[in-house]
Every structure is written in structure tokens, then in C-alpha cells.
Nanobody, 124 residues
Framework: QVQLVESGGGLVQAGASLRLSCAAS????????MGWFRQPQGKEREFVAA????????FYANSVKGRFTISRDNAKNTVYLQMNSLKAEDTAAYYC?????????????????WGQGTQVTVSS
């Protein structure tokens, strides 16, 4: 059973940076494509970024493109989300996701496992 544990959330001021981490266990990490979603309070969960199994391909939501970077370290079974130039509208619970079939995209139905989430709050 794949387990995902996020860390790195917190409270920062607008313009600051944060790096989220997600540690995976229970399956060969390099078999999983990975991603991040977020859910602002009272709103729908939305796609943020995804990365292929090798790390060679990435995909971003337009709202974060150029500010956020997704990466992975297969030796450490960890995926990262580097968030720069944070804005108040980035405030949300951030969820790490894993797909067994190599999917990288924005359809949340195609991800098989979800982490418990980590809160990011950006004050303006």
C-alpha cells in the first residue's frame, strides 16, 4: 500500500518561498508518477503540478507556471514542490498524489493515492 506523507507547509508573507516535500513508501517510487493538488478553504481541489516517473517530464497549472517547480529524487523516494513568489491566492491545503499508470495531468480521478495534506498560508 502506497503511503504519502507531506511536510514543509507553514505561514509566510507574500513574495516568500516554501518547499514542500512528500515522502512515499510501500511501492517502488520510480514506478509512480507524482503530483500536487491544492484546495483553498471552501473551494474545489485543483491541480498544481505533476512529474513523470523519471522526472524528465513536468506539467503545471497556468496559475503557478514560472513560480513553482516540481522535482523528485528517486533515491530518496521523495517529490518536492518549490514555491517562489508566493501570493495570497496560493493559500490552500496542498496534497501530494501518486499515479500507478504513469499519468501526469490535471485529472484528479487518475491519481491512485493521496497524502493527508499540508497547509500553506500566505499573508498579504
Amino acid at each position: 500500500q502506497v503511503q504519502l506523507v507531506e511536510s514543509g507547509g507553514g505561514l509566510v508573507q507574500a513574495g516568500a518561498s516554501l518547499r514542500l516535500s512528500c515522502a512515499a513508501s510501500g511501492r517502488t517510487f520510480s514506478d509512480l508518477s507524482m503530483g500536487w493538488f491544492r484546495q483553498p478553504q471552501g473551494k474545489e481541489r485543483e491541480f498544481v503540478a505533476a512529474i513523470s516517473r523519471s522526472g524528465g517530464n513536468t506539467f503545471y497549472a497556468n496559475s503557478v507556471k514560472g513560480r513553482f517547480t516540481i522535482s523528485r529524487d528517486n533515491a530518496k523516494n521523495t517529490v518536492y514542490l518549490q514555491m517562489n513568489s508566493l501570493k495570497a491566492e496560493d493559500t490552500a491545503a496542498y496534497y501530494c498524489v501518486a499515479a500507478f499508470g504513469g499519468y501526469i495531468g490535471s485529472d484528479r480521478r487518475l491519481y491512485n493515492r493521496w497524502g493527508q495534506g499540508t497547509q500553506v498560508t500566505v499573508s498579504s
